[in-house]
């Protein structure tokens, strides 16, 4: 077993991943908020759509959170996922930011399309009650990845590392899980991604989220003859699964759907 978990952490060093990093924002909304949030989004996408022209920002997607199992009692009620080339894009876009120079760029940007006032007005209404924000990368995921769709139901699972060997499990031991299914048409990619930042509201436990887009009316094959062939025999498959259990807990798991896309 330890030839095993040396083999997987060597192959896991050669590795190189792109640059490119995420802000994940969990959105906790006050009681009644939830038309003027959506006003506040649609004023901010063309702080992102500028961001994009510039080339520094890839994709912005918003999701709305449909359950939420374990985490903080005051659930998200949505999450956007902000896509960046790299660390130094993100830092760049709030260079020479400030209140005064957002307002006029927006405003600029929806004249003809929502007047002075209700943005003035939507950008000072207290629509949030808390802010969630986490910094993440990729690490790893299935190929060939599909592009995200509007009504595409994406399950997080927010994963805490208990084992130095974490990482090498979900890359070299779940990601042929998830790439079985992907190849059999049960599940349409997934993702494992760090993170490594955070703000001072977002909760200490995670370091890592993992993001899985099923098939809608495909069943996910966590055991089959098939699957445990790929493995070498049932045995292996279940005391490779075992120690990838007991190398993490998981605190909390969401299930969002995708509302808005914008790359």
């Not at 709030?94 to 002075?116: A, C």
């Not at 995921?141 to 595409?152: C, E, I, N």
Request: net charge positive; aromatic share 10%.
């Amino acid at each position: 077993m330890k030839k095993i978990i040396s083999v997987l952490t060597l192959l896991v060093s050669c590795l190189s991943f792109s640059q490119v990093i995420s802000s994940v924002d969990f959105h906790v909304l006050n009681s009644g908020m939830e038309n003027d949030y959506l006003k506040l989004e649609q004023i901010w996408n063309e702080f992102h759509k500028k961001n994009m022209e510039d080339g520094k920002m890839i994709r912005w997607t918003m999701l709305k959170v449909k359950n939420v199992n374990g985490g903080p009692d005051d659930s998200a009620n949505y999450v956007t996922v902000n896509t960046f080339r790299s660390l130094e894009d993100y830092n760049s876009i709030w260079e020479n930011i400030t209140p005064e120079s957002f307002n006029k760029l927006v405003k600029k940007r929806l004249r003809g399309k929502m007047s002075s006032r209700t943005i003035n007005k939507i950008l000072n209404l207290n629509i949030k009650k808390g802010h969630r924000s986490y910094m993440i990368k990729p690490l790893s995921g299935t190929s060939s990845a599909p592009k995200l769709q509007k009504g595409d139901i994406i399950l997080l699972d927010a994963m805490s590392q208990t084992s130095d060997d974490y990482e090498n499990y979900e890359t070299l031991f779940a990601k042929d899980i998830m790439q079985f299914n992907v190849d059999n048409g049960n599940l349409k990619l997934w993702g494992f991604t760090k993170i490594f930042d955070r703000n001072e509201t977002a909760s200490k436990g995670p370091t890592h989220f993992t993001w899985r887009i099923p098939v809608k009316g495909k069943e996910f094959d966590w055991g089959s003859e098939k699957l445990y062939e790929k493995f070498g025999n049932k045995f292996i498959y279940d005391k490779m699964l075992e120690m990838t259990t007991e190398s993490r807990t998981t605190p909390a798991n969401a299930e969002l759907e995708v509302i808005e896309i914008m790359q």
